[in-house]
């Protein structure tokens, strides 16, 4: 089953809005332009490895979803919460949720991105400003939500660049 995403259904990032608003719309479009590079394939062109990487648009979908969730959670809010990926963490395994995604489906992949998205939005928008600092200590002191956006969105568009060079590699589709 193929998921298909229109990029003019990319979220559109306001040009005047508050800090919060503009954060997480930009998120959103890089959120969405996955999606895009990853809309209308099969789960086998998901998992797609360019040579000589083992890197896949599902790989992509799937760590993106981790990373967001485990800064924003996890970090930030300090929650607990175990989602259908926390089986597959390997202790010590950098890089395990790049490689787990052979058997998933491409509505598994895109639904976890998007229950990931809900959750950020939830938290952040429940969150008394940008200047809120994080539960837990990720390099010894807190971070503060500003902070967390802000990587998040650098996460998302360093690997929208491979996401551009696995899609065009598999069918030549290219575009911003």
Same mark, same amino acid.
């Given at each position: 089953?193929? $998921?298909?995403? !229109?990029? $003019?259904?990319?979220?559109?990032?306001?040009?005047?809005? !508050?800090?919060? #608003?503009?954060?997480? &719309?930009?998120?959103? =479009? %890089?959120?969405?332009?996955?999606?895009?590079?990853?809309? &209308?394939?099969?789960? /086998?062109?998901?998992? =797609? /490895?360019?040579?000589?990487?083992?890197? *896949?648009?599902?790989?992509?979908?799937?760590?993106?979803?981790?990373? /967001? =969730? *485990?800064?924003? %959670?996890? #970090?930030?809010? &300090?929650?607990?919460?175990?989602?259908? +990926?926390?089986?597959?963490?390997?202790?010590?395994?950098?890089?395990?949720?790049?490689? $787990?995604?052979? @058997?998933?489906?491409?509505?598994?992949? =895109?639904? *976890?991105?998007? /229950? #990931?998205?809900?959750? #950020?939005?939830?938290?952040?928008? @429940?969150?008394?400003?940008?200047?809120?600092?994080?539960?837990?200590?990720?390099?010894?002191?807190?971070? *503060?939500?500003? +902070?967390?956006?802000?990587?998040?969105?650098?996460?998302? @568009?360093?690997?929208?660049?491979?996401?551009?060079?696995?899609?065009?590699?598999?069918?030549?589709?290219?575009?911003?």
């Amino acid at each position: 089953m193929m $998921t298909i995403f !229109d990029p $003019t259904d990319r979220a559109q990032t306001p040009l005047v809005a !508050d800090e919060k #608003t503009m954060l997480l &719309g930009m998120l959103a =479009f %890089q959120r969405d332009t996955l999606r895009w590079k990853c809309s &209308g394939l099969i789960a /086998e062109q998901l998992a =797609f /490895e360019h040579v000589p990487s083992a890197l *896949s648009l599902g790989g992509l979908l799937k760590h993106l979803a981790v990373v /967001e =969730f *485990s800064w924003v %959670q996890m #970090t930030f809010a &300090g929650g607990d919460d175990s989602p259908a +990926w926390e089986t597959q963490r390997q202790e010590g395994w950098d890089g395990w949720s790049l490689r $787990t995604t052979a @058997g998933e489906t491409p509505q598994v992949l =895109f639904d *976890s991105l998007t /229950e #990931t998205q809900r959750l #950020t939005e939830r938290i952040v928008g @429940g969150a008394p400003s940008l200047e809120a600092l994080s539960h837990e200590m990720p390099y010894g002191e807190p971070c *503060s939500l500003r +902070w967390v956006l802000l990587h998040l969105v650098q996460e998302h @568009g360093r690997h929208l660049g491979h996401a551009d060079l696995i899609r065009e590699a598999i069918d030549g589709t290219v575009g911003i």
